[in-house]
């Protein structure tokens, strides 16, 4: 049992929460203290975004994070540095989401191998097909690392089945239509996707894509075993610039510590 696994089973009866920031914004070292202060204050995972200069997935708040961290010149070997110094402080999963681009780039297995040796959980890849994801999925499996799949609001049922059978971890469910970014309600339609997602899969299933408050994270509680909140912690992030890290740290904790109240 990983990671991911023993974390859903000790906290069984609430929804994980599962904050989502990318690595290395807006530089290495506050990037390390704000990932840290928002695990210590209630997170029960954490996504780690590696930047990416095409990321197909992402709405202007997270793609604006990854732009100030490569232009401090943030590289994936970085990431996986920063995986590792996390890791030290923490027994929580650690949650790579990335883009097949990057992997194939750097080599398949030389991308897990190191994600693994970092201390990495799992891996979330929102562009690779599910026909083209079996050779990710399988040295993923090889190495320890939970290869989660995302289950969109355009699947169909047959597809939501076959996305589940490759499924570790957990299953990534995307609440909206489009890219990431805040929205103001969660969709009407994300329950009964959900409720899909469990006809066919024992493995937890998770809501992300627009969730950006208490109310959201509340209301999602009531049906998924977790809730990913993405753009509203960069876009809280991307204010050290004007208010300091001190103070942007004081706020994730606070907003962390809102919605584990929420989850619960």
């Known amino acids: 049992m ?11 009866g609430r929804a994980a929460l599962i904050p989502f920031v990318v690595a290395g914004d807006p530089d290495f070292d506050s990037s390390r203290r704000l990932i840290q202060g928002i695990l210590e204050s209630g997170a029960d995972m954490i996504e780690i975004g590696l930047p990416y200069s095409d990321p197909l997935a992402d709405g202007p708040v997270i793609q604006a994070g990854a732009v100030r961290s490569l ?4 590289q994936l070997p970085d990431s996986m ?7 030290e402080q923490t027994d929580k999963p650690l949650i790579a989401f990335t883009y097949v681009n990057p992997i194939l780039q750097y080599g398949i297995r030389t991308f897990f191998e190191q994600l693994a040796a970092s201390g990495g959980d799992g ?17 993923a499996r090889e190495n320890g690392i939970s290869f989660i799949p995302l289950v969109a609001p355009t699947s169909g049922d047959d597809r939501v089945r076959q996305i589940c059978t ?18 103001a309600s969660v969709s009407a339609h994300v329950e009964s996707l959900v409720e ?10 998770c809501v992300g894509f627009g969730v950006s408050s208490p109310e959201h994270a509340r209301e999602i509680s009531r ?16 204010k050290v610039a004007e208010q300091g890290l001190e103070q942007t740290l004081a ?14």
């Open 166 to 183: 490759q499924a570790s971890g957990f299953v990534y469910c995307v609440s909206s239509l489009g890219v990431t970014g805040e929205r």
């Open 81 to 87: 540095r920063l995986i590792s110094d996390i890791r």
């Open 196 to 205: 899909s997602i469990k006809r066919y899969t024992a493995v937890p299933a």
């Open 223 to 238: 049906y998924a075993d977790g809730v990913i909140v993405g753009s509203a912690y960069v876009r809280r992030i991307e």
């Open 2 to 12: 990983n990671r991911i696994e023993r974390t859903f089973k000790s906290i069984a």
């Open 71 to 74: 232009q401090r010149g943030f």
């Open 123 to 139: 891996v979330i890849v929102p562009d690779v097909p599910l026909e083209e994801a079996p050779e990710l999925a399988d040295i």
């Open 251 to 264: 706020d994730v904790r606070t907003f962390t510590a809102e919605l584990k109240i929420a989850c619960m």
